[in-house]
């Protein structure tokens, strides 16, 4: 299966703290991105990094891409309340479909 | 538009139905996407179009499920003699292009298919 793995599958923390998900992949790809979703619907956007970038910073998010162990970090600086969803990582090969993992379920406590 | 639409939000139809669900992509992008999403699972690919074709139909299950998108812009997602196991979140995204290095995808909000 090329699906990709998230790890951990859930996580809560307290607000204020940082949240750190890990995402691996088996194939080789051109492009990884991370998505949030809220309530089952709708995935927004959050970071796209491109296989020949290692790291990129958006706000309050930082990615990382280490294609040589085939994997891809997402933190969440000073979490908040409103973080709290489902957080996906998907990639693209040669094809431009995405591919999905289950998903990360964050919890952050107020 | 501002952003991906798809109608309707909601559809509960009944086994061996048929229904057709509406994508409306942002304005410009070439790409559109069809993605079905199970309850506790991510989404998983069904078909892909640049511009009018569709360039890579391999994830749609079988021969139940057609996708058109004539005019490069609005597609529709067609299900044939509906099934139990259809239910499910259907997702359409759309991108600028189709080049798998460049294509953030932004999806809409998603249409709910219960069969009963």
């Known amino acids: 299966s090329q699906q990709g793995e998230e790890d951990p599958q859930a996580l809560s923390i307290q607000e204020g703290e940082n949240a750190t998900m890990n995402c691996s992949y088996k194939t080789s790809i051109n492009n990884l991105q991370w998505y949030r979703q809220n309530s089952g619907r709708g995935l927004v956007h959050l970071i796209l990094i491109r296989s020949n970038e290692r790291e990129k910073h958006s706000g309050r998010l930082r990615v990382t891409l280490d294609t040589s162990k085939k994997s891809s970090s997402l933190l969440i600086t000073a979490s908040r309340a409103a973080d709290t969803a489902s957080y996906f990582c998907?990639?693209?090969?040669?094809?431009?479909?995405?591919?999905f993992g289950k998903g990360i379920t964050l919890s952050v406590r107020p | 538009g501002a952003g991906v639409s798809q109608t309707p939000s909601n559809k509960v139809t009944e086994k061996g139905k048929y229904v057709e669900l509406r994508c409306d992509p942002i304005?410009?992008?070439?790409?559109l996407y069809w993605y079905r999403q199970s309850l506790g699972q991510g989404p998983e690919f069904l078909i892909y179009f640049q511009g009018t074709g569709a360039a890579d139909d391999s994830g749609l299950p079988n021969d139940r499920f057609f996708a058109v998108r004539p005019e490069g812009s609005v597609s529709t997602l067609k299900i044939q003699r509906t099934e139990r196991g259809d239910s499910a979140v259907y997702l359409c995204?759309?991108?600028?292009?189709?080049?798998?290095?460049?294509?953030?995808?932004?999806f809409g909000p998603g249409t709910r298919l219960t069969v009963l």
């Open positions: 998907s990639f693209t090969g040669a094809n431009s479909k995405l591919t």
């Open positions: 304005s410009g992008h070439t790409a």
């Open positions: 995204a759309s991108s600028r292009t189709g080049l798998s290095s460049y294509n953030e995808q932004f």
